[in-house]
């Protein structure tokens, strides 16, 4: 599958085809501390990041939403005192495209230096 954080988004439409199940066993371990979930019947990928105050924490949503601009993919985010809640799905096809597992790796990498 290659390194995740290396890659770049794909250009997506409603066309677009969801990743498999397969697709998803494979992807997943390269960003073991996401969780898959369902919302409204559409797959997500979600994980909490924990800061020391709201300032880190609102640099952290800054460098996503810079990433996400860079990307053309953009996510849900809650940001909170202490706390980052991140969010991937593809809105076009209301579910998970390899860009949400590319932008979680991404977003992984964000978190590791801003810490």
């Known amino acids: ?56 924490a609102l640099n952290f949503t800054n460098k996503i939403g810079e990433e996400a601009e860079n990307q053309e993919h953009h996510p849900a985010l809650l940001t909170e005192y202490g706390k980052v809640t991140v969010m991937w799905w593809t809105h076009a096809i209301g579910g998970l495209h390899r860009n949400d597992f590319i932008m979680a790796a991404k977003t992984d990498e964000i978190a590791a230096k801003s810490r």
């Open 1 to 56: 599958m290659g390194n995740l954080k290396q890659q770049k988004c794909d250009a997506c439409t409603g066309d677009s085809p969801p990743v498999t199940e397969e697709e998803i066993s494979k992807l997943h371990p390269e960003i073991p501390e996401w969780n898959i979930k369902e919302e409204n019947g559409e797959k997500l990928l979600e994980r909490v990041f924990k800061f020391k105050d709201f300032k880190s």
